[in-house]
């Protein structure tokens, strides 16, 4: 989905309260990072994080080489790790469960981006089926 935002249209937003294409782009691509570093250290880390990128394509090759890295630690600490339990936001839940939360925001953020590229005259990729832009195959 950040691929298909031009790359023109990286100050695009909907409404002036709205994050711009690339600052939504950046947070789904950060957020995994800080919620597995939360997972697995008790700190988001965010502040460690770089700058956010000036294009998608680099919030893109970010995102690749930051997900290998952390797929690679979340299956390193094992199943006792993530079953424990810890307080996130308020609430006691296994770090599995944070996990289950992080995809669900990422799900909830990649659909609010379809709206962007949409809004940004772009053509919005299949994502959970068929869209206007790329029908379903049969």
Known sequence: ??????????????????????????????????V???????????????????????????????????????EEVGEAHLIEAVEFFGQEMPRLGILNFLLAHEIHHRGQLSVYVRGAGGLVPSIYGGSADEPMKS
Do not use: C
């Open 36 to 74: 597995v570093n939360y997972i697995l250290t008790g700190e988001f880390g965010f502040d460690s994080l770089p700058k956010s990128p000036a294009t998608f394509q680099d919030v893109i090759k970010w995102k690749e080489e930051s997900h290998e890295k952390v797929v690679n630690q979340i």
């Open 1 to 34: 989905m950040i691929g298909a935002v031009h790359e023109d249209q990286t100050a695009f937003r909907h409404h002036e309260k709205s994050m711009t294409a690339i600052e939504l782009a950046w947070h789904i691509a950060y957020s995994e990072a800080g």
